[in-house]
């Protein structure tokens, strides 16, 4: 007899305890703590970091309400009335490349052991949160290992050890840790729209001597790019390959949804078929100026206002703010764009001309098999 699931069987996101990446720093005092992921974050400025702490002020005054101070140069304080929990946090870090943790009061999936001679007892009581330590810090040269930690990981004296003065050495190796979580890329072929103005599926049309959305596929293959075709679940296409929307309705903002429902942990180069002079030279300008750090890099024309969703990389971390716009009535992929944090990648107009209607397929036609 089959177990009956009460809810839909989604994947899950690779997330950590609290974010999607999350180093704890376990062994010494708060103060050095908060001090060292100070110095790490100005050395690694170009990422999206965060802390987690616990306050240590006994006497902060409980509001009613909760609490947001804008400043002008853009920073926000913010104090809210709601526990701590993985769900909640995981929304609240999912912009972040990387979450530092105080290992005195929260446990994190990865963790920085830093030596001191006089916490041995504060380490002991934490050694079973020490179950994945990236590297060590001490404080002075002669610190030693406890022996509970030999017996614990009979190795530890093999992982890589910085004094706390090397700084430098010591973001280098977070900086690596952070580019290792740098999701992979795959391609989306958008094939499921209506082609209401053109009157046939423009992902039929033949520019090249085939199927566009076949030329869409192999412009990204080529790149090395595993890639899938997004299509309506009444379209019959057959093609291994394919995501059939979840979303209904929604356009290229639910196909670009649905592809993220089906793999969470990849950035999606999204790529429309009615979009012909996109070619080569312009995947690999995107793909060599992609910022994961960035919600999306996006393809804008020298001469237009605004960057093109479909010609777009959406990392892992646009996939929280997709949903966020739709719970409040918004599926424009562009309005999420302009009003979040992307890498913009300009190129000549002329590259980027939508061909929506009979007529400007057969211009576009000509000028193709003209060149």
């Not at 999607?20 to 100070?38: F, M, R, T, Y």
């Not at 509970?148 to 430098?168: A, G, M, R, T, V």
């Not at 391609?187 to 039929?204: E, F, I, P, Q």
């Not at 206002?305 to 719970?327: D, H, M, R, V």
């Amino acid at each position: 007899m089959s177990k009956h699931q009460k809810h839909t069987k989604l994947k899950l996101r690779d997330n950590d305890n609290f974010a999607p990446n999350e180093i704890a720093i376990v062994g010494i005092k708060c103060g050095v703590i908060s001090n060292l992921v100070q110095q790490v974050s100005e050395k690694l400025e170009m990422y999206k970091l965060a802390y987690l702490d616990a306050s240590h002020n006994e006497e902060i005054e409980e509001k009613n309400f909760d609490f947001f101070t804008f400043n002008a140069n853009g920073t926000l304080n913010v104090s809210q009335k709601f526990g701590l929990n993985k769900f909640n946090q995981r929304v609240q870090f999912s912009q972040s490349d990387l979450v530092f943790i105080n290992g005195n009061h929260f446990e994190g999936a990865k963790q920085i052991l830093i030596l001191d001679q006089e916490k041995e007892a504060s380490v002991l009581k934490r050694l079973g949160q020490l179950n994945n330590i990236q590297f060590v810090i001490k404080l002075t040269d002669d610190t030693k290992y406890f022996d509970f930690l030999e017996e614990k990981n009979p190795q530890i004296k093999n992982l890589l050890c910085y004094h706390i003065s090397e700084i430098d050495k010591i973001s280098k190796h977070i900086e690596n840790l952070i580019k290792e979580k740098i999701a992979p890329i795959q391609g989306l072929v958008l094939a499921g729209g209506k082609s209401t103005r053109m009157g046939t599926d423009k992902g039929t049309l033949n520019f090249y001597g085939k199927n566009q959305r076949d030329v869409a596929i192999e412009l990204l293959e080529k790149n090395h790019l595993k890639t899938y075709l997004s299509v309506r679940e009444d379209q019959e296409i057959g093609i291994e390959n394919k995501i059939t929307d979840k979303f209904f309705g929604l356009g290229p903002f639910g196909a670009i949804c649905s592809a993220f429902q089906e793999n969470p942990d990849v950035a999606w180069l999204v790529l429309a078929t009615d979009l012909p002079f996109v070619n080569d030279e312009v995947i690999k300008l995107l793909l060599k100026h992609r910022n994961p750090s960035k919600v999306a890099t996006a393809i804008k024309g020298k001469n237009s206002q605004f960057p093109e969703p479909l010609i777009t990389i959406w990392e892992p971390k646009s996939y929280t703010l997709l949903l966020n716009y739709l719970a409040q009535g918004y599926s424009c992929p562009r309005k999420v764009l302009l009003n979040s944090d992307i890498e913009i990648v300009e190129i000549d107009d002329d590259f980027i001309r939508n061909i929506n209607t009979p007529e400007e397929f057969k211009a576009a036609h000509k000028e193709i098999n003209e060149e």
